[in-house]
């Protein structure tokens, strides 16, 4: 099964938002990190899904039912 790589533009387009905005995903740390062949860098389409994925879950559990507690009266 071939994957295939994916270059800033095609990132920001996936993710719809800007080339400079993956930058300072990058410099942050909020993507996974990068192969970097010369000057460009390239993610494994793949490993951006995984990504996307889990950060879905957990951004579904940060948002869960909130404890409420009835006392009676």
């Not at 800007?18 to 942050?28: A, G, K």
Request: proline residues 5%; aromatic residues 6%; hydrophobic residues 35%.
């Amino acid at each position: 099964m071939h994957d295939e790589y994916l270059n800033r533009q095609q990132l920001a387009k996936l993710l719809h938002c800007s080339v400079r905005t993956i930058h300072n995903y990058e410099r942050s740390g909020t993507v996974p990190r990068p192969t970097v062949l010369g000057r460009r860098h390239l993610w494994l389409k793949s490993d951006l899904i995984a990504f996307i994925k889990a950060y879905q879950e957990a951004a579904r559990s940060e948002v869960s039912e909130p404890d409420i507690v009835v006392r009676p009266q």
